[in-house]
């Protein structure tokens, strides 16, 4: 057996201001960190608000966190979640649909308390009230303490996609092509199968967040991820807002760092 196996190499901080970038030697490291941050965040406040995402990227976070709470080295039954977007036009039970996906990959392993789940319902008749109703949710909550974010190959968070212009609040939108094909796993693979609209909370929702970490990882992720640190602030890379908050976190692994100052 071999015995000369290298210790990991230690997560490099990158910049010391907000947003402040951390690297970590894998992804896996990366969502270790990130999952010990939360857990140490609930249990000094064991009624916090987190705002959380869907995708790939987060699945090993949601993994670290449930063996966490499998091992009881975290209780999650006092903390309120409010998840950033869902598809239009699709109920809450639709197997493509991100509550889905959370109920599979982390509310069903967590012991959340069910009242305490948030989520954008992209059937309800009224989208329009739909989005108000979540921003008066989050506002009776007291806001979101600690906002957990992926991104978009196109710089999206949530579904704040590129364009001319960005919503501040809580709003249906239109998927980009790009984006429709990035979520075709959730439909079987069929890209028209995707909803072309969803609902999600603006920038301003975003950014109202006390706390932002940004986790993002692999290759296809180093070229948003130099635009969001070094780029200028444009409506064009959303995520590029985030260098207007005061308390950033982006947590990467090397590769999606690869086009990051040294
Ligand atoms: C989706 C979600 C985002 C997520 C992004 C990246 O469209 N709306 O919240 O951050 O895609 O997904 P992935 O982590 O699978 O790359």
């Known amino acids: 057996m071999s015995t000369d196996r290298k210790p990991a190499p230690p997560p490099r901080r990158l910049t010391d201001e907000s947003p402040r970038v951390t690297v970590f030697h894998s992804d896996r490291a990366a969502a270790r960190a990130l999952a010990r941050r939360i857990a140490d965040a609930v249990a000094a406040t064991p009624s916090l608000v987190l705002g959380l995402p869907t995708g790939r990227t987060p699945l090993a976070l949601y993994n670290e966190l449930a063996s966490l709470a ?54 309800a008749p009224d989208p329009a009230a739909e989005c108000e109703r979540y921003e008066q949710e989050i506002a009776r909550a007291g806001g979101i303490d600690l906002q957990i974010l992926g991104i978009g190959t196109n710089g999206h968070i949530g579904f704040n996609e590129p364009g001319p212009e960005l919503d501040a609040r809580t709003h249906r939108v239109t998927l980009r092509p790009e984006t429709r094909r990035s979520n075709a796993a959730l439909f ?11 609902l999600s909370m603006g920038m301003g929702t975003i950014l109202r967040a006390r706390a932002i970490v940004l986790l993002a990882t692999g290759a296809s992720k180093a070229s948003c991820v130099e635009r969001v640190i ?15 908050h005061a308390d950033v976190d982006v947590m990467v692994d090397e590769a999606a760092a690869a086009k990051l100052a040294r």
Do not use: C, K, W
Not at 70 to 87: C, I
Not at 94 to 107: C, K
Not at 188 to 198: F, H, I, L, N, Y
Not at 230 to 244: D, E, I, K, M, N
């Open 70 to 123: 499998a091992r009881g080295a975290a209780d999650f039954s006092q903390v309120t979640t409010f998840n950033l977007d869902e598809f239009v036009g699709i109920p809450a039970e639709h197997p493509g649909s991100y509550r889905t996906f959370m109920e599979q990959h982390f509310f069903s392993l967590l012991h959340l308390a069910p009242e305490r789940i948030h989520f954008l319902n992209g059937a």
């Open 188 to 198: 079987g693979g069929d890209e028209s199968g995707v909803p072309a609209e969803a």
């Open 230 to 244: 070094h780029g200028r602030v444009t409506t064009a890379v959303p995520a590029s807002f985030l260098q207007l």
